[in-house]
């Protein structure tokens, strides 16, 4: 089968949609439905793209740990990024096939982000004094 962001579109569930929040509806899962069929169409399995938005959560969130804007920015656009891979690998899981433990593996992805983000930026935050990676003079 051929897989098309239209098949993802239209096998979105209403109550899923409902409960997205604004930037989803608008940004994140509209996206998604390209990437899911470019995945799809190539075999790239939902707990494939799972792990690897567990390795950007990671990185993203490392990013923070440095008193530098430009990683920072970088660290805020991984974060995106794992946005639109977190409405991929769903899709994947509900449209193409489930995966065996693919719900943990989908909890483990949102778990590390949510887990590691609010330490990163608290230390982020700590270390530039809240200056976005630059010391305020005084």
């Known amino acids: 089968m051929h897989y098309t962001p239209q ?17 989803t509806k608008i940004f994140y899962r509209p996206v998604s439905f390209y990437i899911s069929a470019f995945c799809a169409n190539h075999g790239i399995q939902a707990n494939s793209v799972s792990v690897f938005s567990s390795f950007v959560a990671v990185l993203a969130c490392s990013m923070f740990l440095f008193a530098r804007y430009e990683l920072n920015i970088l660290g ?48 982020s935050v700590y270390f530039t004094q809240g200056g976005g990676g630059t010391r305020f003079a005084g």
């Open 76 to 123: 805020a656009v991984l974060v995106s990024v794992w946005g639109l891979l977190d409405c991929t690998d769903g899709n994947l899981a509900r449209c193409v096939r489930p995966q065996p433990f693919g719900e943990f593996v989908d909890a483990e992805s949102s778990y590390s982000l949510v887990c590691f983000l609010g330490v990163s930026l608290g230390i």
């Open 7 to 23: 098949y993802f579109r239209d096998n979105l569930p209403a109550w899923k949609y409902r409960k997205d929040f604004i930037l």
